[in-house]
């Protein structure tokens, strides 16, 4: 019999921890198409694809978009590999309201300002359907001591040594307004002993007036 853990990723994949949270508490259960944006080699979509969901993805990496497609084509061989695609986020192929959840782990930190992490987002939101789901997770100033009174909204070099672009409650929350979203959790923060902070960001698209 193999270990629980062995098991476990059989099944889940690397899966990002507070994804897993989001679909064990229902949240993916009426989805059926998901964006991972910035996808990487698919590690969060192991489940999704072995479940009979409809799987996007996209990164700048072509080598990461050959390895997500191999993994689609074992978990998801009805899949089209063209759902994959090499590209940014601030230019989504995919039309308006086509997908019902995006995904969105540890990739908006890498944007080079404001202006490129809010065309990123804003093209996020833009795909997603009335009543869609936005989970992101990306870098922030919230609860680490050396950045305290260190704006956000900008790349900033963190205590584990790397540069980011991060955020705070504040402009979540400013930007949850402008959109036009519901938050469907508190602001989440994880602290790793003062080195970095990585804060969870889950967002419902309205069903009327969306944008």
């Known amino acids: 019999m193999p270990a629980l853990s062995t098991s476990l990723r059989q099944s889940m994949g690397d899966i990002d921890i507070y994804l897993f949270d989001q679909i064990a508490r229902g949240r993916f259960d009426a ?18 694809l072995g479940h009979g969901v ?27 590999p063209d759902q994959f695609v090499v590209g940014r986020l601030e230019a989504l192929p995919w039309p308006d309201a086509s997908m019902d959840a995006v995904i969105c782990s540890a990739v908006l930190h890498f944007a080079e300002d404001a202006a490129q992490c809010l065309a990123q987002v804003s ?12 989970f992101a997770r990306l870098a922030s100033t919230i609860g680490l001591e050396a950045l305290r009174g260190v ?4 790349r900033v070099r963190l205590p584990d040594g790397s540069d980011r672009f991060v955020v705070d409650e504040a402009l979540l929350l400013a930007w949850s307004a402008a959109l036009g979203g519901e938050l469907l959790d508190p ?3 994880t602290n790793v002993q003062e080195t970095r902070a990585m804060t969870t960001w889950c967002l419902r698209k309205p069903t009327t007036g969306v944008r």
Do not use: F, H, M
């Open 187 to 189: 602001i989440k923060t």
């Open 123 to 134: 093209e996020l939101w833009r795909v997603l359907v009335p009543g869609g789901l936005l």
């Open 54 to 80: 409809s799987c996007y993805g996209i990164d700048r990496d072509p080598r990461a978009i050959e390895r997500v497609r191999a993994l689609a084509a074992r978990l998801a061989p009805g899949l089209s």
């Open 151 to 154: 704006p956000a909204g900008q």
């Open 31 to 48: 989805c059926r198409t998901v964006l991972d944006a910035g996808c990487g080699d698919g590690r969060n979509l192991v489940y999704l």
